[in-house]
């Protein structure tokens, strides 16, 4: 067997051995939304340590477990805490924790983040729904591991972000009052913030926002056949849109002052794309 899929099955083992509970929606939690899991009916929790082989987060608010129950009468399962490229981990230990999450039934895969806005015509704390990525920044999570039997090795990438899901997550948030960007988001390496010429070169490749998640997981789900559907929250205004420097003091304090609105907009989105 291959030894990727065999660490995931081992993996999924192990989690079975802990709770049955089947989730319908996965969701990733990207930074500002540290508290969200008190949102969640909970069920059951898992650390990340205590999975044989699975990574761990290192990175300063991302806690590590998965919590499993109920937002809104749909059941969930809660990565808090997600595994990001430049903490060191290979790309196919980045996105382990997704593929488990398929394995253990969510067909829906919500991911959020904080980003940086490469769009001069977004405002600090605006939130974008994502509609597609680029990715040639980082290595492809399918390269890594004999993924066949999971889904296609050459799969079609035309609706990561699945167009019927964005929909309704629009009209969702447009009820409840919110008005949502919408755009292109591009996956850098990190841990370094980019460079002014770098960010030039994304908004003439069409990005409207950039971070350092959210694709490669968004990738690794849908070559398993979860559809997929993006949020991210405009912590900053990317290098060189604004004379001012960036530091993740900003990033941390924008994530906080619009944590509210996060928070209520996840659990509108749940419900909306869990029906």
Partial sequence: MDKYVEKLENCVEYVRTVTDFVPSVAIVLGSGLNNYADQVEKVCEISYRDIPGFPV??????????????????????????????????????????????????????????????????????????????????????????????????PDMSDVYDSELAGKILAAAG??????????????????????????????????AVGMSTAVEATAAHQMGMRVCGLSCITNMACGVTDRPITGAEVNETAERVAADFTALVSLITEAVGK
């Fill in 57 to 154: 987060s290192t990175a300063p608010g991302h806690d590590g477990r998965f919590i499993f129950g109920w937002i809104r009468k749909v059941p969930v399962v809660v990565m808090k805490g997600r595994i990001h490229y430049y903490e060191g981990y290979e790309i196919s230990d980045v996105v382990l924790p997704v593929r488990l999450m398929r394995c253990l039934g969510a067909g829906v895969l919500l991911l959020t983040n904080a980003a940086g806005g490469v769009n001069k015509d977004f405002h600090v704390g605006n939130f974008m729904v994502i509609r597609d990525q680029i990715t040639c920044f980082v290595p492809s999570p399918l390269r890594d591991g004999d993924w066949s039997a999971y889904g296609s090795v050459f």
């Fill in 175 to 208: 009820r409840a009052g919110y008005v949502l960007q919408q755009g292109v988001y591009l996956q850098a390496s990190g841990p370094a913030f980019e460079t002014k010429a770098e960010i030039r070169a994304f908004r003439t490749m069409g990005a409207d």
